[in-house]
């Protein structure tokens, strides 16, 4: 019975594969798919009935128990009603005693099925070992108790004790059997259809796409790409197929795409946003924009590239379309005659253009724009804001508003301005923008015309002297009371006698000559009738011109000469307080330029005498007439002051503070200004200098660097404030013709974003530049930094490459130049070399060749190289020569860890001392240098250098 158990469960097994294969290729998951199934499931259970196990007379056994529970697994309703039809017609059909109990054990195998499907959530496929071998046994435990239904009970209860072993042992295995078979191609059938899903949605989103998709070996030869490609290059894809990539590009463009995949081969990482130009097939050049990367197979061995391209030819049109624009715009903008401004309604300057800069009297408009319309208002009459802001927000406009403003230093500005209100989508007030034209000197024209004639009536009506007018017949047709009074007659016998008349013909002839044209003199004695006395007098007879250059009559001019003489010792009063106002503001003028050019002078003079000192040795006969020149200059800057002073050409003098005590103050604003994403890192420097500064410029410089650096981090990171005192000496300055021999106090900031490159480095300073996005900066806040520490006599030095941060560090001079005791000690001391032979690798040539003037100058063996492979070569064939090796921090190619890395492999001996532009601070933070490395940070003084490099010679 055994054995045909097994065959009979074997053609269950059989005919089970080929359901499997069926459901396959049918759609089993549709109503006709189901009713399919259904049908096979009674097929397959008719078959084995069909080949059964014969215990007796009309009593079977065979496989169709675990066929139905598959079917109620598997299946679903449809199916197992469909296939339960079958087989229970079928064995009803075949009769016999054990025809009721086939029926039943029919219906309860695909009843038991179904409830197991439920039972799992209609994922049958989920089912493990344990719950199908917990089908079969169930299913089957329910087939030995519809043998009760055999007709006699007493032949049912025989039957189950002759088969039951057998049952149990045997079929429970052959449902996990088959149940994990179905289950397994079901979840083939799932997995596949979700990789065709994946492979479609794939296909789909390549060949719509807008981009260009490429595949191509690490010859270049394109191996798959999407329709997007062959329009872009105008090649049909059979043409595409295989072709190289660089028969579509000229040799500027081959070059550079092999630099680019040489780069993404060697390094593995991908490159994004690369332009260059291609050809396509017609011959029209266009530009791209590609994103190149490596593919590789499942072992990562590079097998090729992939890529996105886009086409960005008109982007880059309009790009530089959108620049000359920009430059048309901004030649307008500055060669403009007339000024263009932007103000907030409180007042605050948003924007002006150089002309508006000048017309207000400031040099750059950082200066202006620290200037507040209301607060600090630029308008003569206070009132006059209001009354302008009234007039603009009544109609909108203001045109041809003329007011009074006064420049910087005071000096009087007639504007006539052309404002409109620019408001929001919300109807809010954004700024006032307009056109502002300076009418100064007409509004002073008209403005001296009104007081010229005011002062001309003021003189007619109360002149020392006489005055009256004639016409071109000689008739008095107006005078003055001094004329009335000096000559001691009415004005009513005055007004209409002619003066041509009168019998002294030397009168007459003046008159006469004044007529014509010509000035007219006469002096003498006039009696007058009325007052009976006589005056004497001087007369000046002058001819008024007319436009078209005919005299029109004439004006006399009578002076008493009986007061002649009080009247030329007041003039000459006069003429000396002129005199003398002049001579003074001469003084000034000659104080202010001799104490500037010898200010220059005792520059030079303190200069080479502090270097002469540095060089003599403390029992020098000559030292103390060097230290007398240093005091006799320091004593003569101090009377330069004084002339200053004097000639009141001393500008604004800031407060003594330090520097640590304003930088604490402000952290809190910094940390709060720059987000909780971004560690603000403070490195204060322990008795730390005076300087003498505005506090404002020193907010105004941390917070422009500390938003800089933020926007120069990604998403975390950290920024770094830290504080020096340093001294730089002649040797550096030479090198660095913005600084000047001294001490300073140095702030630095630091972040570790994402740098810049060189032609970022040339222009942060220019005004308007800025790498920001649209609306997102301005371009004036690292140009404020520059303006600020140049104000301050201090100068700034930047350090930062592409991915390795930034930092800036500003010198300001310390408070009180003069060296003390200590000082001269340190510069005396510094010690000098012992010829050891010093390898120095430096990839800035200026630095290179100020390091190796200082390193000769301290009496060492100096060979310079200025890139990593270069110093490599002095080691070839084992040559330890060079006792030390001073290499630069970040250098193209080859940073100087790793040289000096592979120097220690060439040559054991060789001590390492780094250096480099960025904080030590920073360098730590990034992981370039490890702790205890002997390093020095640039820029560095002939003793700082001195110092540094005995401790690292003479540590064992």
């Avoid at 399919?36 to 056994?61: D, R």
């Avoid at 400031?362 to 507040?372: G, H, P, V």
């Avoid at 041809?400 to 209100?421: C, F, H, M, Q």
């Amino acid at each position: 019975m055994f054995i045909s158990l097994i065959q009979n469960i074997a053609l269950v097994l059989a005919l089970s594969m080929l359901y499997g294969m069926l459901t396959r290729v049918s759609m089993h998951e549709t109503l006709r798919g189901k009713i399919l199934s259904g049908i096979l499931f009674g097929s397959i259970a008719i078959a084995a009935m069909m080949i059964p196990i014969h215990y007796a007379p009309g009593i079977i056994y065979d496989g169709r128990s675990i066929v139905l529970a598959m079917v109620g697994l598997f299946g679903g309703g449809t199916s197992t009603v469909i296939s339960v039809a079958m087989a229970g017609l079928y064995r009803a059909n075949l009769g016999g005693a054990g025809v009721w109990a086939g029926v039943a054990t029919i219906a309860g195998s695909a009843l038991t099925g179904l409830a197991f499907r439920r039972a799992y959530g209609n994922a049958p496929e989920r089912l493990t070992i344990l719950p199908l071998f917990t089908l079969g046994f169930t299913v089957h435990i329910i087939m030995l108790g519809c043998q009760l239904l055999i007709q006699p009970w007493s032949v049912g209860l025989a039957v189950i004790h002759q088969i039951w072993l057998p049952v149990i042992l045997i079929f429970p295995a052959a449902t996990v059997l088959i149940g994990y078979l179905f289950g397994a191609e079901k979840r083939h059938i799932a997995t596949d259809r979700q990789l065709a899903l994946s492979e479609e949605k794939y296909r789909n989103i390549l060949e719509n796409m807008q981009e260009s998709y490429y595949e191509s070996d690490l010859a270049g030869n394109l191996t798959f790409f999407n329709d997007s490609l062959c329009r872009l290059l105008g090649y049909p894809r059979e043409e595409l197929m295989n072709m190289n990539d660089r028969s579509y590009m000229d040799e500027e463009g081959a070059k550079k795409l092999f630099q680019v995949s040489n780069k993404v081969y060697r390094t593995g990482e991908p490159t994004t946003r690369v332009d260059w130009e291609i050809i396509r097939k017609d011959g029209a050049r266009c530009t791209i924009e590609a994103s190149v990367s490596l593919r590789k197979d499942s072992s990562g061995t590079p097998i090729g590239f992939q890529g996105i391209v886009r086409d960005v030819t008109e982007e880059k049109l309009a790009e530089h379309m959108i620049r000359e624009s920009e430059k048309r715009y901004r030649n307008i903008y500055d060669n403009l005659s007339i000024g263009l401004y932007r103000t907030t309604p409180d007042g605050r300057i948003l924007m002006a253009n150089p002309v508006f800069v000048q017309m207000l009297g400031y040099s750059s408009f950082e200066e202006l724009e620290n200037r507040n319309l209301e607060t600090n208002p630029v308008y003569k009459f206070d009132i006059e804001r209001e009354r302008f802001k009234k007039q603009l927000e009544q109609l909108g406009v203001a045109k041809g508003y003329v007011s009074a403003w006064k420049r910087k230093d005071g000096a009087p500005l007639w504007v006539r301005e052309n404002t409109r209100i620019v408001r929001n989508g919300a109807g809010e007030i954004l700024y006032y923008e307009g056109t502002v034209e300076d009418i100064t000197e007409q509004k002073l024209a008209e403005e001296k015309l009104r007081e010229s004639e005011e002062k001309y009536r003021l003189i007619f009506d109360n002149a020392p002297l006489g005055i009256f007018h004639y016409d071109t017949e000689g008739t008095i047709t107006s005078c003055n009371d001094k004329f009335v009074e000096i000559i001691g007659s009415s004005r009513k016998q005055f007004i209409g006698l002619n003066i041509l008349n009168l019998p002294d013909k030397r009168v007459v002839q003046a008159v006469k000559n004044s007529l014509g044209g010509e000035a007219g003199f006469y002096e003498g004695e006039y009696q007058s009738v009325t007052a009976e006395k006589i005056t004497s007098i001087r007369v000046f007879f002058e001819p008024v011109i007319s436009d078209t250059g005919e005299a029109g009559g004439g004006i006399g001019i009578c002076e008493d000469i009986t007061e002649r003489k009080q009247a030329e010792a007041e003039r000459e009063k006069l003429r000396e307080q002129l005199f003398h106002a002049q001579k003074i503001e001469s003084v000034g003028q000659l104080a202010g330029g001799v104490a500037h050019d010898f200010n220059n002078m005792l520059g030079v003079i303190l200069g080479r005498a502090e270097m002469i000192l540095a060089k003599m040795v403390p029992d020098d006969p000559n030292r103390s007439s060097v230290e007398a020149i240093m005091r006799a200059g320091n004593r003569s800057a101090g009377l330069t002051r004084q002339l200053l002073a004097f000639a009141r050409k001393q500008t604004i003098q800031p407060r003594v503070m330090n520097l640590n005590d304003e930088i604490e103050g402000m952290l809190k604003m910094l940390r709060r200004l720059i987000g909780e994403n971004i560690d603000l890192i403070w490195q204060p420097a322990a008795a730390l200098w005076t300087v003498e500064m505005d506090p404002v410029q020193v907010d105004q410089i941390l917070a422009n660097l500390c938003i800089n650096a933020k926007d120069a981090i990604p998403e975390t990171g950290d920024i770094t404030i830290e504080t020096e005192n340093r001294e730089f000496d002649q040797l550096y300055c030479a090198v660095h013709p913005e600084a000047i021999p001294g001490n300073y106090v140095m702030l630095a900031v630091s972040d570790n974003g994402c740098g810049m490159d060189e032609e970022t480095r040339n222009h942060i300073f220019d005004p308007f530049f800025t790498t920001k996005e649209v609306g997102k900066g301005t371009g004036l806040g690292l140009s404020t930094v520059y303006g600020i520490v140049k104000q301050n006599k201090g100068f700034i030095n930047v350090y930062s490459e592409p991915g390795e941060g930034s930092t800036f560090r500003i010198y300001i001079p310390k408070h009180g130049e003069e060296l003390s005791k200590e000082t001269r000690k340190a510069v005396k001391d510094i010690p000098n070399g012992k010829g050891e032979r010093v390898l120095l690798v430096e990839d800035e040539a200026v630095l290179l060749e100020m390091a190796r003037t200082m390193l000769e100058e301290l009496g060492y063996q100096v060979h310079t190289a200025s890139l990593p492979a270069e110093a490599l070569s002095f080691f070839q064939g084992g040559d330890c020569s060079p006792d030390l090796l001073i290499t630069d921090v970040v250098m193209p190619g080859m940073s100087g860890k790793e040289l000096a890395k592979e120097v220690k492999t060439l040559c054991e001996s060789v001590k390492i001392l780094f250096m480099s532009g960025y904080t030590a601070n920073a360098i730590a933070h990034h992981g370039v240098l490890d702790k205890g490395v002997a390093f020095i940070q640039k820029p560095f003084s002939l003793n700082e250098l001195a110092q540094k490099i005995r401790q690292v010679l003479d540590k064992p």
